[in-house]
């Protein structure tokens, strides 16, 4: 269990604040808090994938849901040589995904979870915390779906924490910490919902929307 100095409540506190907590490994007992001098974040109007891999979205042959298995996404995302996503953390995780606070996409094809995102929520700030791929592609999917989500439910801030190559590649850019803590301080004085009424939306809207990398303009469901 969780040190009962840290709850759901302090960790929650601790995004509000613009730090996030990491471990050195899956077993690693201690908490570290994190503030990078630089942050990364996904522009919600900049998102962008290549034109193949929005065919490949509008073809289908793979299903998309959000909240359905929570813990597996965690536990793919941990599932790696090298963690920050130790036990306790993925504990607190479920802790705030019971409280409405974490949630995750899924993509499956059929009955297996092959692909996946996942992140905690305040306001109208979306804190991406990992993702996975089991099969070509699945995690930029489960982005391109997270993004287009986000867009329809009124939210203004995806914070990826760090920029990677991957990220890099999608429209995801680097700013520094003064300008983020400005960001996020607007984005928690206003609302969104992860579920907004109408969706989900079906694999073309979502691929003409992330071919265009006009995300924001296209937000209609089916």
């Known amino acids: 269990m969780p040190d009962p100095q840290i709850t759901p409540d302090i960790l929650l506190r601790a995004y509000t604040m613009g730090i996030f907590p990491m471990a050195d490994g899956r077993d690693d007992p201690e908490i570290h808090w994190i503030d990078p001098r630089h942050r990364g974040i996904m ?15 509008r073809q289908g042959g793979f299903q998309v849901t959000a909240d359905r298995d929570f813990t597996g996404v965690v536990e793919a995302c941990a599932l790696r040589e090298e963690t920050w996503i130790s036990h306790r ?25 092959i692909g996946g995102v996942y992140g905690v929520t305040l306001g109208a700030a979306f804190f991406g915390e990992s993702m996975f791929s089991r099969r070509t592609d699945a995690s ?31 429209g995801g850019v680097e700013i520094p ?20 009424k109408g969706y989900p939306p ?18 209609q469901t089916s």
């Open 140 to 170: 930029k999917i489960a982005l391109a779906y997270t993004v287009h989500r986000l867009n329809a439910g009124g939210f203004r801030l995806f914070d990826t924490q760090f920029l990677t190559p991957h990220l890099a590649s999608l």
């Open 89 to 113: 953390i993925q504990t607190l995780y479920e802790a705030l995904h019971k409280l409405g606070h974490a949630h995750s996409i899924e993509v499956w094809d059929g009955e297996v979870l």
């Open 177 to 196: 910490r003064a300008e983020y803590h400005e960001r996020l301080a607007d984005a928690l004085a206003h609302r969104a919902d992860f579920a907004p």
């Open 43 to 57: 522009p919600l109007d900049g998102f962008h994938l290549s034109r193949s891999l929005a065919r490949h979205i």
């Open 202 to 219: 079906s694999p073309t809207v979502v691929a003409s929307a992330a071919a265009s990398g006009r995300l924001q303009d296209n937000t």
